[in-house]
């Protein structure tokens, strides 16, 4: 079966500094891969989406960036974070049975100070 | 994508039906309907899709009129775990993207 998982799954850091959060999906193969972020008490939104290796679309951030070196791996980085990068950020894989149904990682969440 | 409208929060008790309806005035003929739930500190999670009609599972059902403008989440007999947020999501899978709105909030009390 697939599963998805995402790490760390809690971070603290200080503004200015790089942010590195990973994804790896397991049981499938050339999935389509997003990341989200959740402000507290908000909705989710989405900051970019990946249709295969090398291949990303950004939504929103402009101090985030997304890369996938690897087919089941999605990573999402900063090179110098702001405090309204805090959130609740989370991973997720579109099934393949043709309903569109989103699978999620466990959330990584991230304070920025 | 078609925008999504949903009342921001929901009180029900225990044991009732809860019904939560969702605002999708612009919805292209290709887009299908999908309500997810969200617990505190976990990621959403899938409870049914739709194109039309009627469709019925084992945890809800979901009510979609004949001009699809709207559509409506039936929770059968809540319980207190039952507490969550919901989120109507309408796209068009193949575009690869899928929006969520502000979704509402449901309060299930004793």
């Known amino acids: 079966s697939q599963t998805i998982h995402q790490w760390p799954a809690t971070l603290v850091q200080p503004v200015g500094s790089p942010l590195s959060l990973e994804c790896t999906v397991e049981?499938?193969?050339?999935?389509?891969l997003y990341w989200y972020r959740q402000a507290a008490g908000r909705g989710l939104q989405l900051l970019f989406y990946s249709v295969g290796i090398g291949q990303i679309s950004s939504e929103v951030p402009q101090n985030l960036s997304a890369s996938r070196p690897q087919d089941r791996q999605f990573i999402l980085s900063s090179k110098k974070l702001l405090l309204s990068d805090s959130g609740f950020y989370l991973c997720?894989?579109?099934?393949?049975?043709?309903?569109?149904?989103?699978?999620f990682g466990e959330g990584s969440r991230l304070t920025v100070l | 994508l078609a925008k999504t409208t949903q009342p921001i929060s929901m009180d029900s008790y225990e044991g009732q039906e809860v019904n939560i309806t969702c605002s999708h005035n612009n919805i292209a003929t290709n887009d299908y309907i999908t309500w997810y739930q969200q617990f505190p500190s976990q990621g959403p999670r899938f409870i049914i899709q739709g194109y039309k009609t009627k469709v019925t599972n084992e945890v809800a059902s979901l009510f979609i009129p004949a001009d699809r403008k709207s559509s409506t989440l039936s929770l059968p007999r809540v319980s207190l775990s039952d507490t969550a947020v919901y989120y109507c999501l309408v796209g068009l899978y193949n575009f690869n993207k899928f929006y969520f709105g502000s979704g509402t909030k449901l309060n299930v009390k004793p």
């Open positions: 997720a894989w579109v099934g393949g049975s043709g309903t569109g149904e989103l699978f």
């Open positions: 049981g499938t193969s050339n999935p389509n």
